[in-house]
C-alpha cells in the first residue's frame, strides 16, 4: 500500500498535548519515505524544561503560544549523544509511529 493508505498507530504519553503539527510531522517522514518505511520515530520534543508543568486543560493552541513567547523548550536528539539534561533529547515509546500491520504482527507472535 502507498503510505497514505496505510493506517498507523501512534503512542502518547498521560500527560502529552497533542498538536496537529506531531501528526503532520510524521506524515511528512512517512510519505517522504516512498513506501518503504514501517516505523518513525520523532527526533524533537517541545517541553517547558524546569519551568512549571502545563495545566491538564492546556491545548495545541496554548502551546504555539507558549513556544512563540520562548516559555518552551524544543529538544533534537542527534545521532550522536550529547552530554547534559537537556543535552540531548531521549527516545521513549510516544515517539514512534507503527503502520498497523507492525503493530498487529507484533501482538500476533
Do not use: C, M
Amino acid at each position: 500500500k502507498a503510505p497514505r493508505e496505510t493506517p498507523w498507530v501512534f503512542f502518547s504519553d498521560d500527560d502529552d498535548v497533542w498538536h496537529p503539527r506531531r501528526a503532520e510531522e510524521y506524515f511528512a517522514a512517512v510519505t517522504g519515505s516512498h513506501g518503504n518505511t514501517e516505523v518513525v520515530a520523532s527526533r524533537a520534543h517541545i517541553s517547558p524544561g524546569f519551568g512549571p508543568r502545563l495545566p491538564l486543560e492546556a491545548q495545541a493552541g496554548d502551546i504555539s503560544e507558549l513556544h512563540r513567547q520562548g516559555e518552551l523548550r524544543l529538544s533534537v536528539y542527534e545521532e550522536r549523544p550529547q552530554g547534559g539534561l537537556f543535552g540531548t533529547a531521549t527516545g521513549e515509546y510516544f515517539d514512534l509511529a507503527v503502520a498497523l500491520n507492525v503493530f498487529e504482527a507484533f501482538f500476533r507472535n
